[in-house]
């Protein structure tokens, strides 16, 4: 197997005359936890969804587990999970009931689904809410489901676009130890975020700035190179020229509804 889960090389997409992907590069390793930072609007979502098979190219290049973009869509679409940044569970269901639901799609056997489904309930402590519809969860305990249901049929990489959006800091961190946990067991993941305390969660990050990086590398790396304390004095330092000139394309893409480390702590 590859050491490569990602590559993308000048990757690139338009919308009419704005380009909102401008010919980004960058790899991601087999088992990293690789961020995507940027503020709403820098081209973060855009980008996910050409990796994920959702959204066509406008040019560039770019291989996922091992699948073209361009012509392997599909293939890329079943060695993958992905978790979109609105609510991609069945609010209606119960979370058993979702479990087994995306088990099927995903090709599971009988038996799969019912021994992942009891193990995932399990470890999220919701067997005492199995059978309840999932919209009376708490939003943490949703979200913490959404990203198991995402892994549910075992895939290499899992693509989360701001999971922890609205959630509070402590299920933030929760939420961080599943991503650590998934990662361990070397499913390598790309997640998006704005939340730039996230970055030192990551093995490496890039900064996306108006459709481009303006940053790659470790964040500790990233502090020393640019002779900043945080992630977040990087951020600002990069993005804020831009920042009152940044549309957000990403608002008029319609959601598909979609449904490792030494220093991580």
Same mark, same amino acid.
């Given at each position: 197997?590859?050491?490569?889960?990602?590559?993308?090389?000048?990757?690139?997409?338009?919308?009419?005359?704005? %380009?909102?992907?401008?010919?980004?590069?960058?790899?991601?390793?087999?088992?990293?936890?690789?961020?995507? +930072?940027?503020?709403?609007?820098?081209?973060?979502?855009?980008?996910?969804? =050409?990796?994920?098979?959702?959204?066509?190219?406008?040019?560039?290049?770019?291989?996922?587990?091992?699948?073209?973009?361009?012509?392997?869509?599909?293939?890329?679409?079943?060695?993958?999970?992905? =978790?979109?940044?609105?609510?991609?569970?069945?609010?209606?269901?119960?979370?058993?009931?979702?479990?087994? +639901?995306?088990?099927?799609?995903?090709?599971?056997?009988?038996?799969?689904?019912?021994?992942?489904?009891?193990? =995932? &309930?399990?470890?999220?402590? &919701?067997?005492?809410?199995?059978?309840?519809?999932?919209?009376?969860?708490?939003?943490?305990?949703?979200?913490? &489901?959404?990203?198991?249901?995402?892994?549910?049929?075992?895939?290499?990489?899992?693509?989360?676009?701001?999971? %922890?959006?609205?959630?509070?800091?402590?299920?933030?961190?929760?939420?961080?130890?599943?991503?650590?946990?998934?990662?361990?067991?070397? %499913?390598?993941? +790309?997640?998006?975020?704005?939340?730039?305390?996230?970055?030192?969660?990551?093995?490496?990050?890039?900064?996306?700035?108006?459709?481009?990086?303006?940053?790659?590398?470790?964040?500790?790396? &990233?502090?020393?190179?640019?002779?900043?304390?945080?992630?977040?004095?990087?951020?600002?330092?990069?993005?804020?020229? %831009?920042?009152?000139?940044?549309?957000?394309?990403?608002?008029?893409?319609?959601?598909?509804?979609?449904?490792?480390?030494?220093?991580?702590?």
């Amino acid at each position: 197997m590859s050491d490569v889960a990602i590559a993308a090389k000048d990757l690139t997409r338009t919308f009419g005359s704005f %380009t909102a992907v401008d010919h980004i590069s960058f790899e991601v390793r087999t088992g990293e936890v690789f961020g995507f +930072l940027g503020a709403n609007g820098a081209g973060k979502t855009t980008a996910m969804r =050409m990796l994920i098979g959702l959204l066509a190219p406008s040019g560039g290049t770019a291989r996922v587990a091992g699948h073209d973009v361009y012509t392997e869509s599909e293939a890329i679409k079943r060695s993958i999970g992905y =978790m979109s940044q609105r609510f991609s569970l069945y609010e209606d269901l119960t979370p058993r009931e979702n479990i087994r +639901l995306y088990g099927g799609i995903y090709g599971l056997t009988r038996q799969q689904i019912r021994e992942r489904t009891e193990r =995932m &309930l399990a470890r999220l402590g &919701l067997a005492g809410v199995a059978d309840e519809q999932v919209h009376s969860l708490p939003l943490g305990w949703r979200q913490k &489901l959404a990203f198991s249901v995402a892994l549910v049929h075992e895939p290499r990489i899992v693509f989360l676009d701001e999971p %922890t959006s609205g959630v509070d800091p402590i299920t933030r961190r929760q939420f961080w130890e599943l991503i650590y946990e998934a990662a361990s067991a070397g %499913t390598t993941v +790309l997640v998006t975020t704005h939340y730039m305390d996230e970055a030192e969660y990551c093995d490496r990050i890039s900064i996306m700035v108006a459709g481009r990086i303006g940053a790659i590398g470790t964040p500790a790396d &990233l502090k020393k190179q640019f002779g900043v304390d945080s992630i977040d004095e990087l951020f600002v330092r990069l993005a804020r020229p %831009t920042a009152d000139r940044i549309p957000n394309p990403e608002s008029r893409i319609p959601d598909p509804g979609a449904a490792p480390s030494e220093r991580r702590q």
